[in-house]
């Protein structure tokens, strides 16, 4: 007799959703880390700038509220 290989059971459906949810919570958690970190390099861009500009964040500040209230 003769045995054929069987193929590869799948998961069931249940199963499959479970892991793709697992997948995406942790690809958001990423995503919000992600977002965290570019939001942290941002800021240190933007004090860079700041001192390189020879000002203070504050005195930046006082000059973006200034143009708001002018426009």
């Known amino acids: 007799m003769i045995k054929m290989p069987r193929g590869s059971r799948k ?9 793709v949810e697992s997948k995406i919570q942790e690809l958001q958690t990423k995503k919000k880390e992600l ?3 570019k939001e942290q390099e941002d800021i240190r861009r933007l004090l ?3 001192k ?3 000002t203070t964040p504050e005195e930046l500040v006082k000059q973006l509220l200034s ?5």
């Open 67 to 71: 143009q708001n209230e002018n426009q």
């Open 52 to 54: 390189e500009a020879g």
């Open 35 to 37: 977002l965290e970190a």
């Open 48 to 50: 860079d700038a700041v």
């Open 11 to 19: 998961k069931p459906i249940e199963e499959q959703i479970a892991d």
